[in-house]
């Protein structure tokens, strides 16, 4: 597919926003410096502070504070990384090896810290108490995701609003927060401010499902982690879900040892299990009506290029091999 119109729309904006991320990330400690640079500038789709400032701009936003908010946004993001990394002994992201694989645990973890410490600094220095409210809500509703996903692991007898309550805490509430700070640096009015997180809860939803699918469907190469890396890790998610219910007893059985074991030596029998029961083209399906969903919360936002491109981007979220 061709790239997303926000790539080009916000080539301008984004360069801005590197130049505040690079700014606040200055520390007189050299190893905090150097391992916030490392993952900061790893590559990655930047999508949640794209997002700050394509829904400003969609509602007319004349300013600089929407810069600030959307590396606040980038800064949090980034922390849920390196903590998720350590916590999932990952050693491959974006193509690159992790922080902790090359810094170690405790840099990573610390380092984490600081980011998020640092973001909440910013915050502060806007003296928007609604800001406050949202990111600091979102940070908590996080970490609540993180430690729901834990006690989720190795347990297959889960079910998938169990999973969707997951997904949606852990990345969708970032997504969420990231939109309605468009319509607070706007002092938009609250049914404003709701549709766009509304937008952004749908948005990241149908992006994490897909996430969830390329771990079956995608390659090493393309998606910048291990194949397979999710089985691995013991998370039951939605495309093994729909496996196990619609497959053989005994099939069934090879998916759940897995889940319960952290093991994917099997994982090559799981994956074709997996694509005959149509296990991807289900969970495909329903990343198609989050993105839906996340269009239609644009119906009150007024027409303009950056609404576009949100809608646009809806799209990419599903569509995409990466």
């Known amino acids: ?25 200055h520390s007189q400690i050299a190893l905090v410096q150097q391992v916030s640079e490392y993952i900061i500038h790893s590559g990655g789709k930047r999508l949640r502070p794209a997002l ?21 946004v980038e800064f949090i993001h980034t922390a849920t990384l390196l903590h998720d990394d350590v916590v999932d002994a990952s050693d491959m992201r974006r193509g690159q090896e992790t922080a902790n694989a090359l810094f170690g645990n405790a840099a990573s973890v610390l380092v984490g810290d600081f980011l998020y410490s640092r973001a909440f600094q910013m915050m502060v220095s806007v003296d928007n108490m609604r800001v406050m409210q949202v990111l600091s809500d979102a940070t908590n509703i ?16 889960i079910d998938e609003s169990a999973y969707l309550q997951v997904i949606r805490y852990k990345t969708a509430k970032l997504f969420e927060a990231a939109c309605r700070l468009g319509a607070i640096v706007n002092d938009a009015p609250e049914s404003q401010e709701m549709a766009l997180g509304d937008y952004g809860m749908h948005l990241g939803t149908a992006f994490q499902i897909i996430d969830d699918v390329l771990d079956y469907s995608g390659s090493a190469d393309t998606i910048g ?13 939605l495309p093994l879900l729909f496996a196990m219910k619609n497959s053989s007893e005994k099939e069934s059985t090879v998916i759940r040892q897995a889940i319960q074991h952290g093991d994917k030596s099997n994982f090559q029998q799981i994956l074709g299990i997996v694509q005959r029961t149509g296990a991807l083209e289900h ?8 993105a839906g969903l ?7 936002i007024p027409d303009s290029q950056y609404k576009e491109a949100l809608l646009e981007l809806a799209e990419f979220a599903v569509a995409r091999q990466f």
Do not use: W
């Open 294 to 300: 996340a269009c239609r919360s644009l119906t009150h």
């Open 1 to 25: 597919m061709t790239q997303p119109r926000f790539l080009t729309l916000l080539q301008t904006d984004m360069a801005e926003v590197d130049r505040v991320i690079r700014a606040r990330l």
């Open 225 to 237: 982690k291990n194949v397979g890396d999710d089985l691995a890790e013991g998370k039951p998610t």
């Open 283 to 290: 969970s495909r399906k329903q990343a198609q009506q989050e």
């Open 52 to 72: 700050v400032v394509l829904t400003a701009n969609a509602l007319g936003y004349r300013g600089q504070t929407h810069y600030e908010m959307a590396a606040v």
């Open 142 to 157: 996080i970490s609540e995701g993180e430690v729901l996903q834990l006690m989720n692991c190795n347990d297959p007898d």
